[in-house]
């Protein structure tokens, strides 16, 4: 299911240091190779493979600023953010959009953004502004990891759906769960992530003990987790997935409705509400953007009320944007975590590596 896939799965993340990749550009959303541009009326964002706009909103910015944009989609996230880093002294383009705070750490440590503070970041939900001091990142929308349940299958078995990370590893719900790769998928790594925040640096490796012996299935990323095991999903339904809790997003449950034919008036899916982990993803003005100009343009618009109303039925996330509307069906089925873990990307940044490496050898072995 194409359209889920591409609003929230945000991406494949490198759990180890940088991958190797390629230092040449890829195909921009032209198909001209690198979207690096000496053109000063033309602005290149770079981002991950799930970032998605409406095109009359892009159309207008580009009336109405007169910069022609031009968007480049290099892979997942993690791989997106590693090949920005590799490079960034002569960069694909001005703006990249799709780093968060879980990989922020090492594109600040390497130098990837060039400080700018947004018209229109005082707007923006402070929570959120983890750089405020120097600006080098722009927060443009949040979203939870959570564990998502398959109601039929509770209702069918007379048994209530878990609540917390503690529940998960009880004996009722032995053999239900699946989730992804922490080395390998965003989810993954924001539920690991998720876990650490919650039990501590002395209790998370205990806890996945646990969640092993309750018989977690483990995959490689969210495209099969949630459209090949999940059992509430329209993809796993077809495909015969028989686990019904995964690791997925609290706006997953809007979508089984939206892009549902006929649409139910129910959402098939429920989120425990204590298993979920705030993400949050930033834009940056690349440090050696060739538009600077056209750059600072571009990341105005990402968190101007137009784009902010228009982002949440295509990329599936959240505005950080106070007062910009969140479409019914977000409120309705999948309203934000209220109370969702979190972690400061320092610690993040102190820990991460660490952390994969660990579960890898925990939980893979």
């Known amino acids: 299911m194409g359209t889920i896939k591409k609003a929230t799965a945000v991406g494949t993340v490198v759990g180890l240091g940088l991958v190797t990749l390629a230092a040449c550009g890829s195909s921009g959303s032209d198909g001209s190779g ?29 009336k109405e600023s007169g910069y022609k944009v031009r968007v480049l989609k290099d892979g997942d996230a993690g791989q997106a953010v590693n090949k920005a880093i590799l490079t960034k002294d002569n960069p694909q383009g001005d703006v ?21 503070e947004a018209k229109g970041l005082t707007d923006v939900a402070e929570d959120v502004q983890l750089d405020k001091d120097e ?8 979203g939870d990891v959570c564990v998502n349940y398959d109601k039929k299958y509770f209702e069918d078995h007379g048994l209530e759906p878990p609540e917390s990370f503690a529940d998960l590893v009880k004996p009722a719900y032995k053999d239900l769960l ?32 646990k969640l092993e012996a309750n018989g977690v299935k483990v995959v490689d990323g969210w495209e099969q987790a949630y459209n090949e095991e999940f059992s509430g999903s329209a993809g796993g339904r077809k495909a015969g997935g028989d686990r019904p809790l995964v690791v997925s997003y609290a706006s997953s449950p809007p979508a089984e409705v939206i892009y549902a034919d006929p649409q139910p008036k129910a959402a098939p899916t429920g989120v425990a509400a204590g298993t979920c982990f705030r993400q949050i993803e930033f834009a940056g003005l690349l440090s050696n953007a060739s538009n600077v100009k056209g750059g600072k343009a571009l990341i105005d618009f990402l968190i101007s009320k137009r784009f902010q109303e228009d982002m949440p039925l295509n990329m599936f996330v959240y505005p950080v944007l106070e007062g910009a509307k969140v479409p019914e069906a ?15 990307p320092a610690r993040i940044a102190e820990h991460r590596d660490q952390w994969v490496k660990a579960w890898t050898s925990l939980v893979l072995k």
């Not at 541009?37 to 970032?51: K, N």
């Not at 990249?96 to 700018?116: E, H, I, K, M, W």
């Not at 699946?178 to 490796?205: H, K, M, R």
């Open 178 to 209: 699946v989730t992804e790769n922490a080395s390998t998928s965003s989810p993954g790594l924001g539920f690991l992530l998720g876990t650490a925040a919650e039990y501590g640096d002395g209790g998370w490796q205990d806890y996945w003990k």
């Open 330 to 344: 977000f409120t309705e089925y999948g309203p934000a975590a209220k109370d969702p873990e979190t972690l400061e």
């Open 34 to 62: 690198s979207g690096r541009s000496g053109d000063s009326r033309t602005v290149t964002l770079v981002g991950h493979d799930s970032f998605a706009y409406s095109k009359e909103v892009l159309a207008a910015f580009e």
């Open 96 to 116: 990249f959009f799709g780093v968060d705070n879980t990989l922020l750490s090492r594109a600040l440590d390497n130098g990837l953004f060039q400080p700018y």
């Open 135 to 142: 600006h080098r990142v722009t927060p443009v929308d949040t």
